[in-house]
């Protein structure tokens, strides 16, 4: 393969005879554990997690078919090796709920034959196009800071690790960096990342060329170290690089400080924005937590074939116990190397024999060089409707009463308050992404943020007692200052836009209908009785293919990074991938498709039903956990009629509602008003946390989030009862 800048020498990390060895353990294990004998969870975790990162090291940059056959491949050894130790686990304690022995053996049994067969494909490769490694990092492009060779006290137990002196980019990558790699190279992002329209950033310090870069896979970040001359850091580096050498738990000390990151938030913010508050670590790192996770070279052992994210997005919220918060420098998540996400970003580091480097003076007054922001639509600039005046007087009450006598249902009241804002705010906001309407998208995102920040401080406001590690009186100024935020903000958010998406004639998506009859079903976790009317659902997750026809038909520009096939079409064929469900897609992309289709998002009870059915089943099939019908833990999505053959129905017939794709629903929370629920579990994520893939379960997102796991299917009104 030849790009520019590029090369292709063979890289293979581990000698044929080291594969062997560590194959040979891995089979040894799995056969101890098949045949009911205690096996060496450590050491079939760590052969398999040497041979996942090898065989990471070895994926081509290509898109020929050898390539993009050999990378499939790579994919299905990382699933295989995620299963593997999964079901070995699940196993050894008699299956997980809903899950008996035999059936995790008899699924071990088939991962170890596919896991070998993957291996030898991967290994008897001869020709591997690879990126070559430059001479030295790019001192136009990268700043760095320099961290000293020595021990650091790592972990939550501060156990001593040593490491050598390296350097590491004192800022995340940015996307006007990546873009100078992508047009220097003519490479093509695996994840969902694109050059802005125009193929140029707009200048100044807030420009969307100085946030972080994202949407990227780990691929992605690996393609971009390897042309930039440097690497992904470790776990460890990262580690050190963040919170120094004394163990503290965030870059500045051990005190949380939510003024000091970007979190449960509206979107990225520039690099730089954070520096002078103090989001700085003991090294010169900046911005390590918060704004967005951070791919790193570290797989788990417990899931072998993922990589580390560490750092926390803005996408990420504060659970109840502080202890356990995604912000920590210790905290780590693990995702599939071919992952991408709105909140998914990168940083590098560099041996200690290169020079530290300092960005070019004018490239830096380049960013800062601010143009006047564009005037804000005479439209936008009408009084706050009725409903805003309303609910803002009935919530400011709240705050002030909530602040003098507090009690619990001052929140309830508080919620559900927020809840009504933001529903009406997410419906109200424009679907067009044009310069014209910034300000408004921006507004709605905002408020947003706003109503999920005043629901949590207002729970420890309520009981007059704060999370550890932040003092009450912090509560109530965030509570304070996020009403002031949603104040502001709500007039510009509420406004009412035209917009440019019009229900089209006919069924251009060829969506296949279910009919739901009315009646009661068993809904939740307390599985209550509810009563819903009658409605249609599509039967299968929206595709690939049906929201290319919507693209073409109304000249939509997706949000979430969604990008259509280069030739135009997807091949007709039984490995088109226009016939999986779309993903990379936000909460507003689907809306819009939905607008255009002719239905809505369900919301979470429609959802459920047509899940589970009225006699509220853990799985669409019955109670019982079958891995085989679901895509999970997987290389990518897979079609939507695989699920179907394979038995992914539920008792109304509605297809692959779990696993594949989550789905996003019209609903939020009490806890988070401001972000909206996905149901169903993804391909991307782990068979041993079954929680993830029953009908009940659903998960909380920014509705501008964007994840490559992350889709929707739509709902309407009963067309029989229309008749």
């Not at 170890?112 to 067969?117: E, S, W």
């Not at 006919?506 to 009658?534: M, Q």
């Amino acid at each position: 393969m030849e790009i520019q800048g590029f090369q292709a020498p063979l890289v293979r990390p581990l000698l044929p005879k080291q594969v062997a060895e560590l194959r040979t353990k891995v089979n040894e294990q799995v056969d101890q554990c098949l045949s009911g004998q205690t096996y060496d969870k450590q050491n079939l975790g760590e052969s398999l997690q040497q041979l996942a990162q090898a065989a990471r090291g070895l994926r081509a940059q290509a898109t020929t078919p050898d390539a993009l056959a050999i990378n499939k491949t790579i994919g299905q050894l990382h699933a295989s090796a995620n299963k593997i130790a999964s079901y070995a686990a699940m196993s050894m304690v008699g299956g997980a709920a809903g899950v008996a022995s035999a059936t995790s053996l008899e699924y071990l049994q088939d991962q170890k034959a596919l896991f070998n067969q993957s291996l030898e494909k991967v290994f008897s490769t001869t020709a591997v196009e690879q990126v070559k490694i430059a001479q030295g990092p790019r001192e136009d492009l990268i700043e760095f800071v320099e961290v000293p060779a020595g021990p650091f006290k790592a972990g939550y137990d501060h156990h001593e690790v040593n490491l050598p002196a390296y350097r590491l980019s004192k800022y995340p990558v940015t996307n006007q960096q990546y873009m100078e790699f992508v047009k220097a190279t003519d490479y093509k992002s695996q994840g969902s990342w694109s050059v802005p329209e125009g193929g140029a950033y707009p200048p100044g310090e807030d420009s969307p060329g100085n946030h972080p870069c994202v949407n990227v896979t780990f691929y992605d970040a690996q393609a971009f170290a390897g042309w930039a001359g440097v690497r992904l850091p470790s776990e460890d580096e990262w580690e050190k690089g963040a919170r120094g050498t004394d163990g503290r738990k965030y870059p500045w000390g051990n005190e949380w400080r939510p003024d000091l990151l970007n979190y449960d938030s509206s979107g990225t913010t520039p690099v730089t924005a954070f520096e002078k508050k103090g989001n700085v670590s003991p090294f010169g790192a900046v911005d390590m937590v918060g704004n967005v996770l951070e791919w790193v070279d570290t797989g788990p052992s417990r899931r072998p074939g993922a990589v580390l994210l560490k750092g926390g997005a803005f996408t990420n919220y504060l659970p109840e116990n502080l202890d356990i918060q995604p912000f920590d420098c210790v905290r780590h998540t693990s995702e599939s190397p071919e992952s991408s996400y709105a909140g998914f970003g990168f940083r590098v580091c560099s041996d200690a024999s290169f020079e530290p480097t300092v960005l070019d003076p004018k490239r830096r007054q380049s960013m800062l060089k601010e143009d006047a922001p564009p005037p804000v639509p005479e439209f936008l600039l009408k009084g706050p409707p009725t409903f805003a005046d309303a609910k803002l007087t009935r919530l400011e009450g709240v705050v002030r009463d909530l602040k003098v006598v507090p009690e619990a249902t001052d929140v309830k009241t508080m919620q559900q308050l927020l809840q009504e804002i933001s529903a009406q705010v997410r419906s109200n906001r424009p679907l067009s992404a044009s310069k014209e309407t910034i300000r408004q998208r921006q507004a709605v995102n905002e408020v947003m943020a706003a109503a999920n920040k005043m629901a949590y401080f207002a729970a420890f406001v309520a009981i007059g007692s704060s999370p550890a590690g932040m003092a009450l009186a912090s509560c109530v100024d965030g509570l304070d200052e996020n009403f002031e935020t949603l104040k502001s903000k709500l007039p510009l958010a509420m406004q009412h836009t035209q917009t440019t998406i019009q229900p089209a004639q006919g069924n251009p998506a060829r969506l296949d209908w279910v009919e739901i009859p009315a009646g009661e079903f068993t809904f939740g976790r307390d599985k209550a009785k509810v009563h819903l009317d009658s409605y249609e659902v599509s039967k299968y997750p929206v595709t690939n293919s049906q929201f290319l026809e919507f693209i073409k038909d109304t000249g939509y520009k997706p949000e979430g990074g969604w990008n259509a096939p280069a030739e135009g079409a997807y091949p007709k064929d039984e490995h088109s991938v226009g016939d999986h469900p779309v993903v990379s897609v936000t909460y507003f992309d689907a809306q819009a498709f939905a607008k255009w289709a002719g239905g809505r998002l369900p919301t979470e009870k429609e959802w459920e039903k047509a899940g589970r059915g009225s006699e509220g089943l853990q799985f669409p099939w019955g109670n019982d956990w079958r891995p085989e019908a679901v895509q999970h833990d997987g290389e990518m999505t897979s079609s939507v009629y695989e699920s179907e053959k394979k038995g992914n129905v539920s008792p109304y017939g509605v297809v692959d509602m779990v696993g594949n794709a989550l789905e996003w629903v019209d609903d939020s929370t009490r806890e988070r008003p401001g972000s909206v629920i996905l149901k169903g579990g993804a391909w991307s994520n782990g068979s041993g946390s079954l929680k993830v893939f029953n009908n009940v379960r659903r998960t909380t997102e920014n509705p501008q989030g964007a994840y490559r796991g992350f889709g929707f299917r739509i709902v309407r009104d009963s067309q029989a009862e229309k008749a």
